[in-house]
């Protein structure tokens, strides 16, 4: 996996562009955000994600679906329980994944950050394979932005405190945080 630093890229993952992002205000990366998702809620492997991300998810087919099909959300990248890593906004340009957010003293998370989702739920130990991955993508992406240093990897739960609960408690951050990297 390599990022192409003048498309924002990376090549060797899938690519599944969403129309769910606009330009960053100021081009500052310097945040990484972990989620979790799954579509239905608890269910993996689905595909569902993909949709929703390209806000074609089908309302028929789930409950759950109809009353989120009408949002517009994305994230730079998904991690499924495969370990698989899909991209699908650019890095230089603004996903819309964190919602109403503050790091520190300073709001709208998504103007600055890249958002990470793994397939997965709050309670559901997440796969070794997905850790794999993550902490190669983590490489990547602190290499290539530096201003992402240990302090500014967080969860969804730690910008949106109240509101979101995610990556959760089965989130290992000490095996994140053990890495090769700089978290």
Same mark, same amino acid.
């Given at each position: 996996?390599?990022?192409?630093?003048?498309?924002?890229?990376?090549?060797?993952?899938?690519?599944?562009? =969403?129309?769910? @992002?606009?330009?960053?205000? #100021? $081009?500052? *990366?310097?945040?990484? +955000?972990?989620?979790?998702?799954?579509?239905?809620?608890?269910?993996?492997?689905?595909?569902?994600?993909?949709?929703?991300?390209?806000?074609?998810?089908?309302?028929?087919?789930?409950?759950?679906?109809?009353?989120?099909?009408?949002?517009?959300? =994305?994230?730079? @990248?998904?991690?499924?329980? #495969? $370990?698989? *890593?899909?991209?699908? +906004?650019?890095?230089?340009?603004?996903?819309?994944?964190?919602?109403?957010?503050?790091?520190?003293?300073?709001?709208?998370?998504?103007?600055?950050?890249?958002?990470?989702?793994?397939?997965?739920?709050?309670?559901?130990?997440?796969?070794?394979?997905?850790?794999?991955?993550?902490?190669?993508?983590?490489?990547?992406?602190?290499?290539?932005?530096?201003?992402?240093?240990?302090?500014?990897?967080?969860?969804?739960?730690?910008?949106?405190?109240?509101?979101?609960?995610?990556?959760?408690?089965?989130?290992?951050?000490?095996?994140?945080?053990?890495?090769?990297?700089?978290?």
């Amino acid at each position: 996996m390599q990022l192409d630093h003048a498309t924002g890229w990376c090549r060797g993952i899938h690519h599944c562009p =969403s129309p769910n @992002f606009n330009q960053r205000p #100021d $081009g500052e *990366i310097s945040l990484l +955000v972990i989620h979790n998702i799954s579509l239905p809620p608890g269910c993996f492997g689905t595909g569902k994600v993909q949709q929703f991300f390209q806000n074609c998810l089908p309302t028929d087919e789930h409950p759950f679906f109809a009353e989120i099909a009408s949002l517009q959300v =994305s994230a730079h @990248f998904l991690i499924e329980r #495969d $370990g698989a *890593i899909t991209q699908f +906004v650019s890095c230089l340009d603004r996903a819309w994944h964190a919602g109403i957010s503050r790091f520190g003293e300073r709001e709208s998370c998504n103007d600055y950050s890249l958002g990470i989702e793994l397939e997965g739920a709050d309670e559901t130990p997440y796969s070794e394979a997905q850790y794999d991955s993550l902490i190669r993508l983590c490489q990547v992406l602190q290499q290539a932005y530096p201003a992402i240093t240990s302090e500014r990897v967080c969860g969804h739960s730690d910008i949106a405190p109240g509101r979101k609960t995610d990556p959760g408690p089965a989130f290992n951050w000490q095996r994140l945080r053990s890495a090769s990297i700089v978290v």
